[in-house]
Structures are given as C-alpha cells and as structure tokens.
C-alpha cells in the first residue's frame, strides 16, 4: 500500500515551494530548509514514534514533517511567519492528497506551532515530535557556522538525542 504522503512529494504546490525555499536559502551557510531537512525531521521524528510506542501512523508523520516548513519562502518574501503560511498551503496540499479534515486540523495545528521556543504546554504527541525532532535535526555542534549563528545558545542543538 502507497502512503498518502508519497503524494505529497508529486504536488505541484509542495514541488514549486520546495524549489523556492532551495533557491532563496542557496548560499546561506546555516539551517537550509529544503527537501533534506524536511525529511531528516520526518526520519527523526518516526525514529521517536517508534520508541515510544507512539500511536501516530507514518503516514500522519511524514505528511506533517514534510509540510512543517512549507511557508519559508513566503515568510522571506513577505515577512509573514512561516508556521502561519505553511499550515495554510499544508491544508490545501493535504486535501488533494486524501487526508480528511480531522486529520488536516492536527497536522496543520503541529506546523502553525512549531518553532524554536520548543512545544507548547499541553501538546498533542505529534506537536511535540515535530518540534523536536525539527531541532535534533540540527547538528549545531557541527555546524560550519556555528560562531555565526543567528540563534541564542540556549536554542541550539548540543546533542544526538533527546
């Protein structure tokens, strides 16, 4: 059985945002946001899943990790927060790909509250595995650019699990 989200990879939304992320980060040094980190969220995030005996199916979170940073090209260009125009472009994506509203209301809520600030108190198992698995996805400690970075010291990943 084909997962839903293989369709995601075909869509022609999902396709062009993707593009567009890969080409405005092309010559950032840091905290690239294309097809490798989206799927290097997903792997990590199905990784603690499975740990934990978590009842979320693959599908459900590779969708999610996927999608989760949809919206950086349009926060680049127009300033609008990236959570906000992700879980809006996920929705639409996640229709065409057979995910039915309950299941789009869950997805799209882990994306409009991922960020660097962790999950929020009270959060659904797949918010806090997209939040983070999003920041072990980061390997700080080796970054290039780590005397550089943009991000408090408190906010970056010192480790290889969590």
Known sequence: M?????KILKHKLFITAVRDIENKESDRIFCRHGMEHLFDVA?????????????LSKDIIYA??????????????NGVSHNQAGAKTAA???????????????????IRTHGH????????DL????CTADKLS???????????????????N????Y
């Open 117 to 124: 600030d962790g999950y929020p108190k009270g959060a659904t």
């Open 158 to 161: 010192e480790t290889l699990e």
């Open 138 to 156: 980061r390997l700080c400690f080796n970054c290039a650019a780590y005397d550089r970075c943009n991000w408090a010291a408190d906010k970056r």
């Open 92 to 110: 639409v994506i996640l229709k065409d790909c057979g995910y039915d509203e309950t299941e789009i209301a869950e997805m799209t809520k882990a």
């Open 2 to 6: 084909k997962l839903r989200y293989h």
């Open 43 to 55: 792997r990590i995030a199905y990784i603690m899943a499975l740990e934990e005996g978590c009842s």
């Open 127 to 130: 918010q806090r595995l997209l």
């Open 64 to 77: 999610t990790c996927l999608l989760h940073d949809i919206g950086r090209g349009e926060e680049y260009e």
